[in-house]
């Protein structure tokens, strides 16, 4: 995704207010059986940071020639602090290491881009295991867990980031990798950190990847894009953006920020809550079509993300393979709902009653296996219902307001333009993210923020049921549209 709109970051982030506490900022000392020597770190503490309580834990990695103080050129006590008083992140406890591994651990070494120095940061992830988590989950009131446990880097600390966050994808629910330098995969000076083909997650596992790259970036040049398209081929969801700035903390600091903003929370949090809605105000399900593929999808999940917004996606079972497993699971965990949309997207009204209840039974199972939860509604290929199906699916059944956005021909203005004509309060808008509907995906840009003017509410159809006191019946006899 190469928006620089959809991941800017406010000017007023990096500047301290006065009605807003913020976190400690401290430096300490552990041992280091990994290195034989005491090392140093920084560690920023929650505002208020209470021993009786547990809080998420950040590892936030320098570059090539920094070390534990690096980051504070991107003012993360500030940039964190003024997210945690705008409820816009979670608090949590930042630690700041030096990523340098070896028993001379001083920055700008004169042997800084040597082979021995690059392994000496790969030699980190060791001591992180061995030395500084365990000193951190002793001395320090730390909630464990992958969903609780994030790393993040800048530079050579972005290749370390997602070379622990991959390698631990049992330790770390997130990791970020801002300007990302070479070495996670194989080129001309080292052999790389993963063969290509197995630059994945260990384990199956599934973190929240975010890569930022700066577009003026001579540095580490197209790398970041080359880990971007790497993870895309092996099917792993994740979040891609390239944002204003070179190789320096305007990138840096703005990745940190987006990052924060998106770590440590659950998926009730990332949606809009029934306590959210404005019941004086209207509201509209987006819903989508024809997924899961691993880039419309993923461009559409990027495009709520950046305003903020839930939908509803009706999957087609034979779309939802292990490549898209992952972003069924990522679509879930921004607090979307999932639907079904049939196994194979037939004309089920020419289906005997055991072929239509497999087209059905077949795909829900396939979502509660990925979600946990079993999806409530249906909406019928081609929109083509007989009473043959009303009795043997027991799903509520969703049409929509479509604006012919599978012709090829309709421009993105066009879609905009008739969403926005026909859309009242209570209304459900049909669109679709098969693959390669690139104008669906640039029409969100106007249909979103559109409605929003209007004062409209993003739901779930679940949400949309229950804000209207509409039962959802899986043997009524109706397919829903607009409910008023």
Not at 60 to 71: M, R, Y
Not at 98 to 113: E, H, L, M, Q, T
């Amino acid at each position: 995704m190469k928006a620089k709109e959809l991941y800017r970051m406010p000017k007023d982030y990096v500047t301290r207010r006065n009605d807003t506490e913020y976190g400690l900022l401290e430096t300490f000392e552990y041992e280091s059986t990994t290195t034989g020597t005491t090392r140093k770190a920084n560690i920023i503490l929650p505002a208020g940071y209470d021993e009786s309580k547990q809080y998420p834990i950040l590892y936030l990695l320098h570059g090539i020639g920094g070390d534990h103080n690096e980051w504070l050129g991107a003012d993360p006590v500030t940039v964190i602090g003024n997210l945690v008083a705008d409820d816009e992140a979670s608090e949590m406890i930042v630690v700041m290491p030096n990523v340098r591994a070896r028993a001379n651990d001083v920055g700008n070494p004169s042997d800084i881009y040597s082979v021995e120095h690059f392994q000496a940061f790969d030699n980190f992830i060791n001591e992180l295991q061995t030395d500084l988590m365990p000193y951190m989950e002793k001395n320090y009131a730390v909630k464990t867990g992958r969903e609780n446990t994030a790393i993040a880097g800048l530079s050579m600390g972005g290749r370390e980031a997602l070379y622990i966050g991959l390698t631990m994808a049992d330790t770390f629910g997130y990791v970020g990798a801002f300007c990302p330098a070479p070495g996670v995969l194989p080129y001309d000076v080292e052999p790389g950190l993963f063969e290509k083909e197995e630059f994945v997650p260990a384990g199956g596992y599934e973190p929240f990847i975010m890569i930022a790259e700066g577009d003026s970036d001579n540095v580490v040049s197209s790398w970041p894009s080359t880990y971007h398209k790497t993870l895309e081929e092996n099917g792993v969801s994740h979040t891609y953006y390239i944002t204003e700035g070179g190789h320096d903390f305007k990138v840096w600091t703005n990745g940190l920020y987006n990052f924060a903003e998106r770590i440590f929370k659950t998926r009730d949090e990332k949606g809009m809550g029934m306590k959210d809605i404005d019941p004086n105000k209207p509201v509209v399900a987006l819903t989508f079509d024809d997924g899961p593929n691993c880039t419309t999808t993923c461009e559409v999940l990027d495009k709520l993300e950046q305003y903020g917004v839930t939908a509803t996606f009706f999957l087609i079972g034979d779309n939802i393979t292990p490549q898209t497993e992952t972003v069924v699971k990522r679509t879930y965990d921004m607090g979307n709902e999932i639907a079904n949309h049939s196994k194979s997207h037939l004309d089920m009204t020419k289906l005997s009653e055991e072929e239509i209840r497999n087209e059905v039974t077949s795909v829900s199972e396939q979502i509660e296996a990925i979600t946990g939860e079993t999806p409530k509604f249906f909406r019928p290929p081609y929109i083509l219902v007989n009473d043959n199906m009303y009795g043997n699916i027991d799903l509520t059944f969703i049409c929509g307001a479509g604006c012919e956005d599978w012709v090829e021909d309709v421009s993105a203005k066009q879609r905009a333009k008739t969403t926005l004509d026909q859309v009242q309060d209570g209304m459900i808008i049909l669109l679709h993210d098969f693959e390669g509907n690139s104008k669906t995906v640039e029409a969100l840009d106007e249909i979103i923020p559109g409605l929003q003017e209007r004062g409209y509410q993003f739901v779930t159809v679940s949400q949309l049921f229950e804000i209207k006191n509409v039962e959802i019946n899986g043997k009524d006899k109706n397919l829903y549209t607009c409910l008023e």
